[in-house]
């Protein structure tokens, strides 16, 4: 079992800076693909960012890519999300998910239906 918990939310003006922490407990390898997922109210669920755990593959949505930057510690067993340049657009809830490697994700690896294990979320908002 995998146990994944957000923190780091917040409010801030467009232009700033964010960073989010996800703090990972079980049986997370070098198999499983984790990553930040987000959804605004009335919105769908979007993928983010993703990495492959203790591995150097990184995926970003187009529309964050040069602004956000996701990384792990492995020693700590944590994942982060450094945001910058917030946009109003980038505010929602904000998710860490995790799950093993299968042919689905390897084809779209920012695909939230097959991350098995889900944090339970942290708000961020940027204002205008």
């Known amino acids: 079992q995998v146990q994944l918990v957000e923190s780091g939310g917040g409010s801030v003006q467009a232009g700033g800076s964010l960073s989010l922490s996800c703090a990972v407990s079980?049986?997370?390898?070098?198999?499983?693909?984790m990553g930040w997922f987000r959804q605004a109210p009335g919105k769908e669920r979007e993928g983010v960012a993703m990495?492959?755990?203790?591995?150097?593959?990184?995926d970003y949505t187009h529309s964050v890519k040069d602004r956000f930057y996701i990384s792990e510690d492995n020693a700590k067993n944590m994942m982060y999300l450094y945001m910058s340049n917030l946009k109003p657009e980038d505010s929602a809830m904000y998710y860490c998910?995790?799950?093993?490697?299968?042919?689905?994700?390897?084809?779209?690896?920012?695909?939230?239906?097959?991350?098995?294990?889900w944090g339970q979320g942290t708000q961020v908002t940027v204002s205008s």
């Open positions: 998910a995790a799950g093993p490697v299968t042919a689905k994700l390897v084809r779209n690896p920012l695909d939230g239906t097959d991350y098995k294990y």
């Open positions: 079980g049986a997370v390898n070098s198999n499983y693909y």
């Open positions: 990495l492959r755990y203790g591995g150097t593959f990184t």
